[in-house]
């Protein structure tokens, strides 16, 4: 009896990458699929442009006052509150990466 383990190779190969991971960028956790299912715009730059804060960098986005962005958050996604949606996104991404290329 012979088994293809292809699937078997490509999933070790795609668990092997996401442990090798330190850190995802905010705009790879947030991705435009991610965005468009959670939200009416088609990604994260139209969200925060959507927010009217003016935000160039890190220091600007963690420049948001809390109360502010949660209240932006639980209006214009599907999510009630940033860490729901980052946990959301955490998990989006991970099982995206996960079963990449099996098919």
């Known amino acids: 009896m012979k088994f293809d383990l292809k699937g078997l190779d490509q999933l070790e190969n795609n668990v092997s990458e996401l442990s090798n991971t330190d850190s995802i960028a905010l705009e790879d956790l947030m991705n435009p699929s991610f965005i468009s299912s959670c939200s009416q715009y088609s990604n994260f730059k139209e969200l925060i442009d959507a927010s009217g804060f ?14 502010e962005w949660e209240q932006f958050i639980q209006t214009n996604t599907s999510y009630e509150s940033w860490i729901e949606m980052q946990e959301a996104a955490g998990l989006s991404y991970v099982t995206t990466n996960l079963l990449k290329g099996l098919k």
């Not at 003016?54 to 109360?67: G, L, N, R, V």
């Open 54 to 67: 003016k935000i160039e960098s890190e220091k600007d986005f963690t420049a948001i006052p809390d109360q």
